[in-house]
């Protein structure tokens, strides 16, 4: 599979990392690099394009190496095999040359005279050493863990990394996932690469959105563009549900991994206890760890939860745990007000308990089928004060 970056996020990303250093006293690269670019100027204008851009590439991949990132993320959501690193020390880090030792050669500081050390083995005292269970089953889940990600390796055309625009541009996106052959493509913000300092945070964006990536190729999760009903302010509130409950499902993997995630689990379900503060304490827990512990989703069940409450409830609260009453009167923030139908985010939960018989009156003539369990928005308790002669 292909890993590459546009022009425009290798350019920036080098230019602000080298100024960075630059900035902190540490010349070296920064030096090299415009001992490179500066003569680019003396070209003629039609090839200095092309000039830059190689030496961007060079920069960004070999000699600062700012796309090993994206690798590393790649290979912890098992989008591609994890490479094989050795622990040596390179020449440049320990000024010696390192020795190479064979594996079927004996160790140098082994004793010929010692039976113990001796190659030759009596085939009848040989003890056979059987390997640990453990290391087994490591060697077991190392092969199926390096299966899968072969397996999504080979089904992705390539992965494509663009400068985004803004935080609201960055993200990731699969284009032509219906085809044989999908194109991951993400963007992020250059400024990201600028500070070696915040290299967690960078890896753990990039593993986040890398995760979302997968999903989408991933034919179990079955994801598909899906026609959603409503406004465009229901539809705006479903979409931000969705994302809430595919992040925490996202979240909830890279945990069991032990692989860190831009939000903790904590966070996650600060986000949640907002979007649905209107659920009782105790259940509202139950609902975020049952979400939290769920090892499976597909994309029809995520969506099915973000829009409708009910489908929500019925799988992680008992039945009898909440009376039909008490479920009446969730009024989630952002849901459509009975009334006026636009997104509420400051309910009434009871009108008949804070208002007149008259505005309840007022109501229910416009509204014939309404109740005052159904609730309202503050903006149409006020306008039926109004109209009753009671605000």
Not at 77 to 87: C, D, F, M, Q, S
Not at 90 to 96: K, V
Not at 183 to 212: C, G, V, Y
Not at 368 to 390: I, T
Request: aromatic share 10%; charged share 30%.
């Amino acid at each position: 599979m292909k890993v590459s970056y546009s022009p425009q996020l290798m350019e920036e990303a080098v230019f602000r990392y080298l100024n960075h250093y630059e900035r902190s006293g540490f010349r070296a690269d920064y030096d090299e690099y415009h001992s490179l670019a500066d003569p680019i100027y003396e070209l003629p204008e039609d090839d200095r394009e092309e000039a830059f851009e190689k030496v961007n590439r060079i920069f960004f991949t070999e000699k600062l190496k700012l796309g090993d990132h994206v690798l590393r993320a790649l290979e912890a959501v098992g989008l591609i095999p994890k490479r094989r690193r050795t622990a040596k020390k390179s020449i440049a880090e320990t000024g010696q040359i390192p020795e190479t030792v064979s594996e079927d050669s004996p160790s140098p500081e082994a004793d010929a005279s010692n039976p113990q050390n001796s190659s030759e083995v009596d085939p009848q005292n040989a003890e056979i050493t059987e390997p640990s269970t453990a290391i087994v089953e490591a060697e077991d889940d190392e092969k199926v863990a390096y299966d899968l990600a072969r397996d999504f390796e080979e089904r992705i055309q390539a992965v494509t990394v663009k400068r985004a625009i803004n935080k609201v541009d960055e993200g990731s996106n699969v284009l032509a996932r219906t085809s044989n052959k999908p194109l991951i493509e993400m963007r992020i913000l250059a400024s990201r690469f600028s500070n070696p300092e915040e290299a967690q945070e960078l890896d753990a964006f990039l593993i986040h959105e890398l995760m979302h990536a997968k999903d989408m190729v991933d034919p179990e999760f079955d994801y598909e563009d899906s026609f959603i009903p409503g406004n465009p302010s229901v539809k705006n509130l479903i979409t931000a549900r969705f994302r809430l409950l595919w992040n925490i499902y996202v979240d909830a993997r890279l945990e069991r991994m032990g692989v860190i995630s831009i939000l903790s689990k904590q966070g996650r379900f600060r986000e949640f206890d907002n979007f649905y503060r209107k659920i009782p304490e105790k259940q509202r827990k139950g609902i975020f760890e049952g979400l939290w512990r769920t090892e499976f989703f597909t994309h029809e069940e995520l969506l099915s939860m973000a829009t409708d409450l009910d489908t929500l409830m019925s799988k992680y609260v008992d039945a009898g745990e909440l009376a039909d009453e008490e479920r009446d009167y969730i009024h989630l923030q952002g849901s459509p007000c009975p009334l006026c139908k636009f997104p509420t985010y400051n309910w009434v939960d009871d009108p008949e308990s804070i208002c007149d018989e008259m505005v309840i009156e007022a109501i229910q003539i416009d509204f014939p089928d309404w109740e005052s369990k159904d609730g309202a928005c503050d903006r149409c308790v006020e306008v039926y004060e109004l109209r009753a002669g009671v605000g």
